[in-house]
């Protein structure tokens, strides 16, 4: 599976907006990139996704790089419920074990008050 | 949105006895379902993918005769521990994608915590 790298923590605070960066510079052209987050003691959490272009969801926002090497999700105002693990995935196409995840370290994202 | 449930949320038992948890889709169909273990601070880590009607297929280091799984349906995959240890106390999720949807998501579940003493 292509690999991502991701800082280990960051930090915000509350009603800021987050940037969190992921490179994946052995992307392919079929990978999709992904990010969940995880609460403490909870399952994982869908986000968002893209393929090339810029996404936008009621939660998120993604920026996809040009040459998708790299991506940003976007917080727009966190707030002391965003404060969780996110996780940025690649995940090609295909149903069945192509949907499986494979998860890195993540980013632990602190929101401060 | 979809939901995962599963069932326990935690359990405790005692080493050598086995534990089974169970994973269902509550309004969706679900042709694999995927199970994690997670270890405190540490990241989710993929055990095996569950195929309805068929095998599991397991990650590499993952031992097929203790961690039994069954998909006996399109809503439910369990996970057996057999004869467990205190080292197999983990944080255990499961997650499944609908069948024939154009989702692209995963849905996961809320975890089961296993304490064996």
């Known amino acids: 599976d292509a690999k991502t790298t991701q800082p280990n923590s960051m930090e915000s605070n509350e009603e800021e907006p987050v940037h969190l960066p992921c490179n994946h510079s052995t992307i392919s052209g079929t990978d999709y990139i992904h990010w969940y987050r995880q609460l403490p003691s909870q399952g994982p959490e869908y986000v968002i996704h893209?393929?090339?272009s810029n996404v936008n969801n009621r939660m998120a926002s993604l920026a996809i790089a040009e040459d998708r090497k790299s991506s940003t999700l976007i917080l727009h105002r966190a707030t002391l419920r965003d404060a969780a693990v996110y996780y940025c995935i690649l995940k090609g196409r295909g149903g069945g074990s192509n949907y499986k995840l494979t998860f890195g370290k993540g980013t632990l994202l602190t929101v401060n008050p | 949105g979809a939901v995962v449930s599963q069932h326990p949320s935690w359990v405790i038992c005692k080493s050598g006895t086995s534990v089974k948890i169970e994973c269902r889709s509550l309004?969706?169909?679900?042709?694999?379902m995927f199970w994690y273990r997670q270890f405190p601070k540490q990241s989710l880590m993929l055990m095996a993918t569950?195929?309805?009607?068929?095998?599991?297929?397991?990650e590499q280091g993952v031992e097929k005769d203790k961690f039994l799984i069954n998909h006996a349906s399109l809503t439910l995959s369990t996970l057996t521990v057999t004869s467990a240890h205190p080292e197999d106390s983990s944080f255990y999720i499961c997650s499944a994608h609908p069948t024939g949807t154009p989702y692209n998501e995963q849905f996961f579940g809320p975890g089961t915590r296993l304490t064996v003493l």
């Open positions: 569950s195929n309805e009607g068929s095998k599991a297929t397991y």
């Open positions: 893209g393929l090339t």
């Open positions: 309004d969706f169909q679900a042709t694999t």
